[in-house]
């Protein structure tokens, strides 16, 4: 997708895989804060001025995964659109969860046929492992013959490629629907009635709505005390992992709170209980 000549822009939060991927490609590499679309723009503007006849890729990712918020894809595309750059849109924590059939945040907004490279993993929603890229038909032809790491890479046994197949099937299914539903339930249930106090103050905490993923952030601050939060929780039966640098910036260590269409009403209450007896 890219080489020695082209430039990417990539979004801080972006996940470790992409940022060294797009390392490894030798492109000029600019990184804008998270979700800022004003800066982009300015590193569109400069790849125009100092690199005219360079490929330009926009990297982000659909729902981010530590914050669990979402992408602006509307108007993402806008400026991929004005100044001819190729978007790709990693939708790991979003397949499964949002759109038709579970397509992700892409067809949610039915803006797919506007994303340049669709790619995600097999191993969240879907349950299996490995990952896939989507694409043009050319370009995917592209990739077959040119992608280094695919080309030296072992294909998948039949029995894991078969598993992604049906895990597919289940999506676009009734009962697949019905999980989605029940999945919603779950995340507002748990919006609704986790308590409003957290450990540290947030300007950054936004609504379910806002949100719009089945990932809840805890902000806790201190890392030794998240390790212990979640130590409490886990001998309560409630596994809630505690988030800390370097995954996250230093200071803002936080829980991240996974929520699942298996997960029973009384499961979601007593982790809402048992954070409000911590906080106090």
């Given amino acids: 997708l890219a080489g020695k ?6 979004d801080k939060l972006c996940h470790a895989s992409l940022i060294d991927g797009a390392k490894l490609s030798g492109a000029a590499l600019r990184v804008f804060p998270h979700n800022h ?38 108007e993402l595309i806008d400026l991929k659109k004005r100044f001819g750059a190729m978007l790709l849109l990693d939708e790991a924590h979003a ?24 790619m995600g993993t097999l191993s969240k929603a879907l349950g299996v492992s490995g990952g896939y890229v989507c694409g043009s038909h050319s370009l995917i032809d592209w990739f077959v013959n040119r992608a280094r790491s695919f080309i030296f890479s ?46 540290v103050a947030t300007a950054t905490q936004v609504t379910a709505e806002e949100l719009g993923s089945a990932i809840h952030v805890w902000p806790v601050g201190d890392e030794r005390t998240a390790l212990n939060l979640a ?35 009384t499961q979601i ?12």
């Fill in 5 to 10: 000549e082209d430039v990417i822009l990539l």
């Fill in 37 to 74: 679309l004003g800066k982009l723009e300015s590193h569109l503007e400069w790849a125009h001025r100092e690199r005219p006849d360079a490929r330009i890729l926009i990297v982000t990712e659909s729902v981010f995964s530590m914050d669990g918020d979402r992408t602006p894809l509307s």
């Fill in 95 to 118: 397949i499964g969860v949002l759109g038709p059939a579970g397509r992700g945040l892409a067809a949610e907004l039915n803006l797919t046929q506007h994303v340049d490279v669709q």
């Fill in 154 to 199: 072992t294909a998948p046994p039949p029995a894991l490629a078969a598993a992604a197949l049906a895990a597919i099937e289940f999506l676009q299914s009734e009962d697949g629907k019905t999980r989605r539903r029940v999945l919603w339930e779950r995340i507002k249930l748990l919006r609704r009635s986790l308590p409003t106090q957290t450990p």
């Fill in 231 to 265: 130590r409490s929780l886990r001998g309560e039966g409630l596994l809630v992992p505690a988030i800390r640098y370097p995954t996250v910036a230093r200071g803002s260590a936080r829980l991240r709170i996974t929520v699942t269409a298996a997960h029973h009403e």
């Fill in 269 to 280: 209450l007593s982790l809402c209980e048992a954070l409000a007896r911590h906080v106090k």
